[in-house]
């Protein structure tokens, strides 16, 4: 029994030994190569295997979120990068292999953050020669980086799209210039359906998950604006909204309360009283939204729901947003321009608990005992980017339930393999982050 287990613990040393060994660009891309297979989920195998003749009717939808590295925030950081090759941290060089890897992945989506804005004609150009369309929001105030989300046009017709600027003016919570973009699109062979993509870059700061939720809360209330169906035109009863898929750098790690939320879908007063503000990773939602921007604690416009409820139609114009956007060149609206001739009824703010009505779930596992993805390097390999989709939780495993269906998704290795990278970018890594793929299908 001992000389077994010496045997075994001797094998694993070797293994780990051969995995920090120094490896070529040619090795470094064939490990991605090996470690970064697709993961079908239960319904992907099922299409695999010809369930219901292949699915024919629908769409499958490849969809990519990457993290691109900005070269400006690159150059503006040197100290974060003084460990790497420097050849590959050239943009002329990191421009290209980024093309590159667009081509490979092939997707019909991509959703892009850390965008340079002087950059945006050189991607529009040549992605439009792959057959891509695109729309942009750069960083508010003097950033020069954004998000970007690109769709195939011989596949998707752009429906409506929406820009979200957490920078509000005068509060002290929402002074950051983090945004979100948000795509309503519909498959050109079906254009009854519609799918919305959302994509954000939230705050870095590892300390401030007050201000990520507060960026969180604004996000999932402009996507419920643009989501929304009416009951009139809904023929699926188990949801008014359309499918949605959310991605980013959300600069958050699994597990805490912040994306705990965004998969539960609640957060309870418990864990966010200020008496618990030492033990928490964030502060009390009650002081988080400021009541006059009109977002109440189910993470919706207040003006929009009370149209919405009101007139039982699509109620997306930006009108009935109290929101300052600079692209509208608007301030938050007061009841008086609003035409209103009653004020907000109050019971929807403050409660101490938040909650939205998207059913998300995260396309790669989360749990305690699959947490150790990778996607990039933060002192240590961590998992701070995600794509979440709904509707389409499975509850009781089963393929069928759900409009929008998981298929299979690119594998992202563990924090133990990723060693191996060592610093990224590199000859094998175009940024300083890992891209995340996934295939979905949506019935006819």
Not at 330 to 353: A, I, T, V, W
Request: with cysteine; charged share 25%.
């Amino acid at each position: 029994m001992i000389a077994t287990l010496t045997y075994v613990y001797w094998i694993i040393l070797e293994l780990l030994k051969s995995l920090k060994q120094e490896k070529t660009g040619t090795d470094l891309k064939q490990f991605l190569a090996e470690a970064r297979q697709d993961v079908y989920t239960p319904y992907g195998e099922w299409i695999k295997e010809g369930g219901r003749n292949g699915e024919a009717r629908g769409d499958f939808i490849k969809v990519l979120s990457y993290n691109i590295l900005s070269q400006n925030l690159l150059e503006m950081h040197p100290h974060l990068y003084k460990n790497h090759d420097e050849r590959y941290l050239d943009w002329e060089y990191r421009k290209e292999a980024l093309l590159k890897e667009f081509q490979e992945f092939d997707a019909d989506v991509l959703c892009l953050q850390e965008v340079e804005g002087k950059e945006t004609e050189f991607f529009n150009t040549h992605l439009e020669a792959l057959g891509y369309k695109g729309i942009y929001k750069k960083r508010t105030n003097d950033k020069e980086d954004g998000c970007a989300i690109y769709y195939r046009v011989e596949k998707f017709d752009l429906k409506e799209y929406a820009t979200v600027e957490y920078y509000q003016p005068g509060i002290q919570l929402l002074n950051r210039d983090n945004i979100g973009l948000i795509a309503r699109l519909s498959p050109k062979n079906n254009p009854d359906r519609n799918i919305v993509f959302a994509n954000t870059h939230l705050l870095f700061n590892p300390n401030r998950h007050d201000i990520k939720l507060a960026q969180v809360q604004i996000l999932l209330a402009e996507i419920d604006r643009v989501a929304y169906r009416s009951s009139i035109n809904n023929t699926n009863r188990y949801t008014p909204y359309h499918p949605v898929i959310l991605v980013g750098d959300f600069n958050l790690k699994p597990f805490t309360h912040v994306y705990k939320f965004l998969v539960s879908g609640y957060l309870e007063d418990i864990q966010c009283t200020s008496r618990n503000r030492r033990y928490s990773d964030f502060a009390n939602p009650n002081q988080l939204m400021p009541v006059h921007l009109g977002i109440t604690d189910a993470c919706q416009h207040y003006e929009v729901v009370r149209n919405r409820v009101q007139s039982r139609t699509e109620i997306s114009d930006f009108k009935f947003v109290r929101l300052f956007n600079s692209d509208r060149k608007s301030l938050s609206f007061s009841d008086e321009q609003l035409g209103r001739k009653e004020r907000m009824n109050y019971r929807h703010f403050g409660s101490g608990c938040l909650y939205h009505h998207l059913n998300l779930t995260s396309v790669y596992p989360h749990d305690q005992f699959r947490g150790n993805n990778a996607t990039t390097f933060q002192d240590d390999w961590c998992n701070v980017d995600y794509i979440f989709y709904g509707p389409g939780r499975s509850r009781n495993g089963s393929k069928h339930e759900g409009e929008l269906k998981l298929v299979s998704y690119l594998r992202l290795p563990t924090k133990e393999e990723a060693e191996v990278l060592k610093a990224i970018p590199n000859e094998a890594c175009a940024s300083d982050h890992l891209p995340l793929l996934a295939t979905f299908f949506l019935p006819s």
